[in-house]
Structure formats: C-alpha cells, structure tokens
C-alpha cells in the first residue's frame, strides 16, 4: 500500500473488510469485500431490499455462460451450447443487512446476433466483459464490445474485465497475459480486472460478490447527498443542483427576499 496512513484511516472506518490486494488473481479501484461480509442466498429466496440488471458480454465460447451458471446454480457443463439471444438470471446476497438482487442478462456472442442484444444493454448497471485467456482473438475483439457497452448503456455503468479459464495449463495453452489484461484494464478506467476459472470456480462467487458490492455502494452513496424537493417544507428554500464526481447533489439555499420600498 503506497501510503500507510491512509490504510490505518480507512481501516478504522472500514473495520474488518479485506484490503489484501493479491497481483496474481486481480486488481480493482474499489476496496475488495471480504467473504465474512457477505452471504450469498439460495437461488429461490424471494425478498429483496435493492436489484440491479447485470449484462455479461463477450466473444462466444468465453465461458459467459459458464461463469454465470457456475455462480447462481453452482454447476459447470464442460460441453456448452452457444447462447441464442439471451438467458437470464438471478443473483441473491446479503449484504449489511440488505438483500440485494442481481438481474444477470448472459448474452450471446456470436456476430450475427449482435444487433439483436444492443437493446439489452439500456438501464444496465454493470457490464462484465469477459474474453478467455487462451484466445487472442476474443482479447482483440475486446474494444468492439467496449464501444457497444458505451454506445448503448448508461454513461455512468461499471465495467469489469474478467479473464476465463484460468484453469488451463497456463505454459502451453496461455494466449493473452494477466499483464495484457491489466494494462487493458488500466487504460480503458475500467472498474475491477480479475482472472477466472468457470471449472474450478476460482473467483467466480467473488465476480457477483463485488458486483454487488460496488452497486449498494454507489446506491448509498447517492442516497446519502441528495435531497428531493420533497423534503423541502418553507417556501424561502430553491434547490441549487450541482455535479459531485459521478453523481449530483442538491444543495438548499435560502431565498433572498427583496425588500420593498416605503
């Protein structure tokens, strides 16, 4: 950590989340949830306090449909059918005593349907944008697929850059580096990059888990700085809006009544 003190600062508001950064498995600009924070619930649980929609997109044969069935059903079919169009899918965790629900869109990869799932991408609040590290190819294609997120999405959407099979023999079949995707990372001011493996389950749970995460965040965040004119009793008080990084407060001023001459 380049600066200690600010770790010992945060650590004290923070308490017990993980501030352990391992190179090897991922890198983020959010701190990192630790697995005795969250708990994620059955598939069928039916309450939840906040949802968000979720889209994974990315060259077909990633592993986009492994990685999401591995997460939400905990089962891997080595032998996957292409996705045509789309499969939806739902994500439960609670997290400080808030459920939270992920609205997961596993969209198909293939080029002939990509006009078709563009419309999918409107109201999303996270992307996961996955390529495999044994092909180059879906690696290249990454930039196509980050100009259709920033196309067709909300300005403010999070991305996360996630590299599949991760539990290949990396010497031999190893296409593109966890350098390369780093650097991908870094320059497109991406959210999160991690390395996955859909098989094992390597840092599957952890996608989701830090997905939601961020999203309650940002939501409490925004929650915290803005007051509706709805809160607004006198009638000597305008709303004055004004932008705050990535989100918008409205800050109260009082009316300056004009005195009136004799």
Not at 25 to 32: A, C
Request: proline share 2%; net charge neutral; aromatic share 14%.
């Amino acid at each position: 950590i380049p600066n200690p003190h600010l770790f010992f600062f945060f650590y004290k508001i923070y308490g017990n989340i993980d501030f352990k950064i391992n190179y090897k498995n991922y890198k983020y600009l959010y701190i990192m949830i630790n697995e005795d924070d969250y708990k994620v619930l059955p598939e069928d649980y039916q309450q939840y306090d906040l949802s968000f929609k979720i889209i994974v997109i990315g060259d077909s044969g990633v592993g986009k449909s492994c990685i999401t069935t591995k997460a939400t059903k905990n089962i891997f079919e080595g032998c996957y059918n292409a996705t045509i169009g789309f499969e939806f899918h739902t994500f439960k965790i609670n997290i400080k005593d808030k459920v939270i629900r992920l609205q997961i869109w596993d969209t198909c990869g293939q080029e002939i349907y990509r006009s078709l799932i563009r419309g999918f991408y409107t109201n999303s609040s996270l992307a996961i944008l996955v390529y495999s590290i044994d092909s180059m190819q879906s690696f290249k294609n990454l930039e196509s697929w980050l100009n259709d997120i920033k196309t067709n999405s909300n300005p403010d959407v999070k991305i996360f850059l996630i590299g599949n099979k991760n539990d290949l023999d990396l010497e031999n079949k190893r296409e593109v580096s966890f350098e390369q995707g780093e650097q991908f990372y870094k320059e497109h001011d991406l959210n999160l990059f991690m390395e996955s493996s859909a098989k094992s389950g390597f840092n599957i749970e952890k996608i989701f888990a830090q997905a939601a995460y961020i999203l309650y965040e940002e939501n409490e965040k925004i929650n915290k700085n803005i007051v509706y004119k709805s809160d607004i009793q006198s009638e000597n008080v305008i709303l004055s809006r004004k932008k705050t990084d990535d989100y918008y407060t409205e800050t109260p001023l009082v009316n300056k009544k004009k005195k009136k001459c004799c």
